[in-house]
């Protein structure tokens, strides 16, 4: 009997999500990619002498990636000179991939609030988009009927038809040259343990503007893999960068 009872169940949890998972197959079957940064960046375009720029991105992810010739190659298309040497350039763009991967929505946006140098959401790199319950609408519905028709439902919806965001997590500064001279303050807080700290203040003069921002790229399609989602956020990243000059 209970071969038969979990078949029925199957069967139930079948017409419950089976629309859902449905609906949702046809609502994203496309792949969708956007990108927005936490601060938009306005340059001093009026005192612009020379349009060289340097370009040096670090990737500290897990994944190998690049994207220092395709942003190059964006500035050159805008009549920028790209140059080897930071101390010519009237540009210095300064970038870091700090995460590659799955994200959950709700994670990338803590972490697009927490700006240039911020912590990243703790839900980046959740396996599937829409909670831990489940890739897909209903889910909480599906988890109030009990543990197994829970996983009667993950069997006949979740396993074949997952909401899947992938993103790129990137912090960006930017160095415009200055005619004036720029003073700056630097401050560190050095934790020791967890009952002091240390504070470190450092007072400069610099020929140079900076500005800071991060950078979400995100990709979203029904059971998407890293493969697909790769280039079109490559893509949209540098064309964000570029679209700041």
């Given at each position: 009997?209970?071969?038969?009872k ?51 991105f ?32 009237f ?19 803590e ?58 997590v990137t ?40 500005y ?27 064309k ?6």
């Amino acid at each position: 009997m209970k071969p038969l009872k979990y078949f029925i169940l199957v069967v139930l949890c079948s017409a419950c999500f089976g629309c859902a998972a449905t609906q949702i197959a046809l609502e994203k079957k496309d792949l969708k990619v956007e990108t927005k940064m936490s601060n938009t960046v306005f340059l001093d375009i009026e005192k612009i002498t020379a349009k060289t720029i340097y370009v040096d991105f670090k990737n500290t992810s897990d994944k190998d990636i690049e994207v220092k010739s395709m942003l190059e190659n964006k500035l050159r298309a805008k009549g920028f000179t790209v140059t080897a040497t930071p101390s010519e350039a009237f540009y210095i763009v300064q970038g870091n991939i700090l995460y590659v991967g799955k994200a959950d929505p709700s994670a990338l946006r803590e972490s697009l609030y927490a700006g240039y140098g911020g912590a990243l959401g703790g839900a980046v790199g959740g396996a599937i988009i829409g909670g831990a319950t489940g890739g897909w609408p209903g889910a909480g519905y599906g988890a109030g009927i009990g543990g197994l028709a829970g996983a009667a439902a993950e069997l006949v919806a979740g396993s074949l038809v997952k909401d899947v965001t992938y993103t790129i997590v990137t912090d960006l500064m930017i160095s415009e040259r200055s005619a004036e001279s720029v003073e700056q303050t630097i401050q560190s807080d050095l934790e020791q343990g967890s009952g002091s700290k240390i504070t470190q203040t450092s007072n400069t003069t610099v020929d140079r503007k900076r500005y800071q921002t991060r950078i979400i790229s995100m990709a979203n399609k029904v059971n998407l893999d890293l493969e697909e989602a790769l280039q079109p956020l490559i893509e949209n990243l540098t064309k964000s960068v570029s679209g700041i000059f």
